[in-house]
């Protein structure tokens, strides 16, 4: 029978330098997952500054955990790594078990031979002095999940096996290749637990399920898949059962229904808590993203946890999934050469049965796009990626940006700050359309669907030229869109909804940069980080989350936000910002005058009702109404109406003076040993949110609780992240609590001048 053992807990944890080993006495304990690097204070002078959100890199972090053990000979131990950031070192007793060079690809250590009766050691090291670093935070440490397996010698492997699904009008049969020549019994679990297929067979068989349920991002139903040998080795995959066709004029169907991808980019960061991964809070996060009604999630540049993907199968969401970033350049360029096709291998060969994963991405704005050598490696990995998996398609996203071969050999390992050669123009850059739509050309030969990052103005074109192939948005401005003769050109129009007009349907869909703001990537110093996303740090959303909501979402809404440039300024990059507008109705430097505004809204017509008077506007077909309004302290109501009826509000109110701090309500009930993100904001006695409020706010655990970080959604403020004290920031800060245990626990908010606020767990 095969045990498997979370190791999601204590580890002993100690920096050094180089290869030397820390003091016993050094080691403290941390909670794993864990990022090392997000405790360090940020320096100007960091190596990587901006790209690395200026937090310093040069250390090695050691972890150490005793697990007590009776090796068996008929038996085998393996530990389990989701991702350890990077050039991972495993020792067991003392001897080196093995090494793992990339960060973001799981591997698995068989430390049987090195076991010992009782009490055993093991010790990781994590390099994180290694440059380049990757163009966002990088993080380091064991940042995901790690599982101790024991099994029997003989078992299955879950990447040997491989499931198809064929449809017939009333049934699907699941055929499943076990990758190993013993017998196996199979059973198929619906989501209620009852067995509807089951069946035996060596290396080959097949379950034929009778009405089946599908999956899809509506509706996520999931089937589980056990297998089992006769020996008792038994793994179980939770597989959906559904169909997705891509045809280069009429689009994506799914399920035989026609389906235009609403997605967003993501990194793997959480803020506060790094590049650990926790599921409790990438959860609420895809729960705020399914409020936006978005149904895809690129994950981008690199292969993510099994945890993410486990939420995107539960949830509904459809994933491109990607293998790695830049190819000889950059952070990978170190690996490229001798690690490419066993990281590919395990993106593919261990997801390949989930129900998200869509499209297979090979890469990502790399070097020399379109040229000779990046088309020969493009169909390196295409050909491979086909060969593990025939049933998806694979794509490559494409940079704006193309160049003309250079004389000179440019050697890319020593290029630094790769993406800033890659962007920027100079006598090679080709600003031919034609010029460029043949570099398009040549890509899309060895591709199934054209990838384009930031090109939506050129689609009609892009698919005239080629019309045999499907065209997808892996990347796209939040808020402004370019124009045929300029990349950026500022224009007030979604490019996500380029996509989706009428005789667009080859364009597959959208995927914005990004849904929440990032740390790295910054557009400089103190900047931490990127702050052009639909979401703040801490799930704040800007304008332009709730303009997409008003295109995404069929249902009644309207919001009103207004023009205020008295707020700090974010540094947000160019063309990724959208207008500073903010849910405030609160100007004291203002006596009289008008403020602009604007409101998202899905509806017929709106009404704005302030001081006894009330303006009306239609909606556009943009859904958005912008204007100006006279500038009077009070109330301001948006009323959204259809017909003759009011679908939907949205009010604005000045703030009177700071009199509490309120906990937003949580959306979730808090378990033991799960994380949650708890904001606090500064209000008046109406709860009415005092933006301008920058007050130091203090947080504290009792009871069963443990705070584990804390931050507000302003990147240039510096307070290190360890810390439980900090200045609200447009009127909050938020704290990540862990609940410890069964028994009661509460955070309290403390803040000079007004009542503490309790919430209990």
Request: charged share 25%.
């Amino acid at each position: 029978m095969r045990r498997i053992v979370s190791l999601l807990d204590t580890w002993g944890f100690a920096e050094s330098t180089g290869s030397t080993r820390p003091a016993p006495d050094t080691f403290q304990e941390v909670p794993v997952p864990h990022d090392f690097v997000i405790a360090q204070d940020p320096s100007e002078d960091a190596p990587l500054s901006a790209a690395q959100g200026f937090f310093p890199r040069g250390t090695v972090g050691w972890y150490r955990k005793s697990i007590h053990l009776q090796p068996r000979p008929d038996r085998c131990s393996v530990l389990d790594f989701e991702g350890v950031s990077e050039q991972a070192e495993v020792y067991v007793n003392g001897h080196l078990a093995a090494k793992h060079a990339y960060a973001y690809s799981p591997f698995r250590v068989d430390i049987t031979p090195y076991l010992i009766p009782g009490d055993n050691e093991i010790l990781v090291r994590a390099d994180a002095s290694l440059l380049p670093a990757d163009r966002w935070y990088s993080g380091a440490g064991i940042f995901r999940a790690v599982r101790l397996i024991e099994m029997d010698l003989e078992h299955l492997d879950e990447k040997s096996i491989e499931t198809r699904v064929r449809f017939s009008d009333a049934s699907a049969t699941v055929c499943v290749s076990t990758g190993i020549q013993m017998p196996v019994t199979a059973a198929l679990k619906d989501q209620e637990g009852c067995t509807v297929a089951s069946g035996e067979g060596r290396g080959e068989l097949s379950l034929t399920v009778p009405s089946p349920r599908l999956w899809s991002a509506e509706d996520p139903y999931l089937y589980t898949l056990s297998l089992r040998l006769v020996t008792g080795d038994e793994v179980s995959l939770r597989l959906g059962l559904r169909t997705a066709e891509f045809r280069p004029r009429e689009g994506l169907f799914i399920n035989g229904q026609h389906v235009r991808l609403r997605g967003i980019c993501v990194h793997q960061d959480l803020g506060c808590e790094g590049m650990a991964m926790n599921r409790e809070l990438w959860a609420d996060r895809l729960h705020q993203l399914k409020e936006l009604g978005c149904n895809a999630i690129r994950c981008a540049h690199h292969q993510y946890p099994s945890d993410f993907l486990d939420l995107c199968d539960e949830m509904g969401f459809y994933v491109y999934a990607e293998a790695f970033d830049k190819w000889h350049s950059g952070l990978y360029g170190r690996y490229f050469e001798e690690h490419w096709r066993e990281d590919l291998e395990e993106l593919i060969l261990r997801d390949r049965h989930r129900p998200c994963i869509l499209i297979w991405g090979v890469g990502n704005e790399v070097e020399n796009q379109g040229q000779p050598s990046m088309l020969d490696t493009l169909k390196m990995l295409t050909d491979r990626a086909h060969a593990l998996d025939p049933t998806r398609p694979v794509s490559y996203a494409m940079n704006p940006h193309f160049k003309r071969e250079r004389r000179e050999k440019i050697d890319l390992s020593r290029v630094l700050d790769i993406q800033k050669y890659v962007d920027e123009a100079d006598e090679q850059e080709i600003e031919d359309l034609d010029e460029r739509l043949e570099r398009i050309g040549a890509i899309s030969a060895y591709v199934d669907i054209i990838s384009c990052n930031y090109q939506e103005q050129w689609f009609p074109e892009i698919h005239r030229r080629i019309p045999s192939k499907p065209i997808l948005a892996t990347e796209s401005y939040p808020y402004f869109l370019g124009h045929p003769q300029s990349m950026q050109n500022y224009t007030q129009e979604l490019p996500a909804l380029t996509g989706e007009r009428e005789g667009m349907e080859y364009v597959l869909g959208t995927f914005i940069w990004t849904g929440y703001d990032y740390l790295g990537e910054s557009m400089g110093w103190p900047s931490r980080g990127w702050t052009g996303s639909l979401l703040r740090l801490d799930g704040t959303p800007r304008f332009s989350f709730h303009l997409l909501k008003s295109f995404w979402r069929d249902e009644p809404m309207v919001h009103l936000s207004v023009y205020d440039a008295s707020l700090s300024d974010e540094m947000t990059k160019g063309h990724w910002a959208s207008p500073p507008f903010e849910d405030v109705w609160d100007f004291p430097a203002l006596h009289q005058g008008v403020v602009p505004y604007m409101i998202a809204a899905r509806c017929e017509r709106v009404e704005i009702h302030m001081q006894g008077k009330v303006f009306h506007a239609a909606v556009p077909a943009s859904h958005c109404i912008s204007g100006f309004l006279p500038w009077l302290p009070g109330r301001v109501e948006v009323r959204g109406i259809t017909g003759d009826r009011v679908v939907c509000t949205h009010v604005l109110e000045t703030p009177s003076a700071p009199s509490r701090l309120a906990f937003s309500p949580p959306a979730r009930q808090l378990l033991p040993g799960e994380k949650m993100l708890l904001t606090v904001s500064v209000t008046d006695d109406r709860e009415i949110l005092c933006i301008r409020d920058a007050r130091e706010i203090s947080f504290r655990a009792n009871g069963a609780a443990r705070i584990l970080s804390a931050m507000n959604a302003d990147l240039m403020d510096h307070t290190p992240f360890t810390s439980s004290t900090w200045k609200s920031w447009h009127g909050r800060a938020s704290v990540v609590v862990l609940k410890t245990g069964d028994g009661e626990g509460s955070i309290e908010a403390v803040a000079d001048g007004l009542p503490s606020a309790t919430l209990n767990l």
